[in-house]
């Protein structure tokens, strides 16, 4: 309806006129229009509907597609569990779309469209800020990488064709691994990246060593506060001598404007409905604080970058 609408520009279309087409009932339309109206989406003028700035960006904004799909598709019949959700620490949400312990262990099973959905919503934001952070990550020109929840594999295929001789180790779970390892193969660079299935849940599993950069993007806010922390010790004990861990996150306190914030802060309900049961959207001073716990230093923060992200770096702390 609202694509109509678009179409027919300021003159706008009336119920009679839609109804004419066939496409719809004039209940269905006077329902959903006057819905519409109430959210500003729409306007009527002269008995006419015409689509209002609030309808052109659902009708052709990419984030804002990209949200409502996510909201619809992964988030909207799990959220009816989220009281149980933040009483048990668990994703009980997560049962309406499949039947694991948390959204990770069933990515690439996810039913459609929940699956294209989530993975338009999770690389939109990320995607934005990759072309943007190669020469942050190579600003010490690290021979060896490691990409910590490497998920499809899109920031090291970025990191790998950027830079020709570095090698690349990918940290994720098995099914995410295969993944990404498929898309590698497709670009020609599965030679220079080294795969490690790794459950972050395990804390006795140790990280490869001898990391001169360690990269997380969009990763730790799918943890406790007590998992990121064994992740970070662990991440601090992987790197060589002036190895440094670089942190890229969506964090809610560190947004130029406050209605980022407040979708930011509103994402965290699915980590905890659907994703993990106790993770959310941090504040940039939580990760600080649990890095130097782990024995790190912040040395810089970039913002700004992409579309909301932030770019903490860290060195060992000295003795």
Known sequence: MLNALSDAGE????VADMAATGRWSEYALKLVLETCLSAAVVYLRDGRYVLDKVGYCIVSDQITQINLDFNHDVCYQGLFDLEASLQTGKPVGLRALGDWPTLYEGMSELPEPAKSSWFAFDHYYSDTSFPDIMPDV???????????????GKFTIAALTYNADVQLHLLDLQKQLAVAEKNLQQQGLRERANLHAVDMLDPSRSFPAGMDVIWMSQFLTCFSEEVIATILQRAAAALAPGGQVLIMDTFWDRQRYDIAAYCLINTSPYFTAMASGNSKVYESTDYIRLAEAAGLRLLTVRDGIGYCHSLLRFGVASV
């Open 138 to 152: 190579f600003a010490t020109a690290p021979c060896k990488v490691m990409d910590i929840g490497a998920n499809t």
């Open 11 to 14: 003159q706008g279309m009336s």
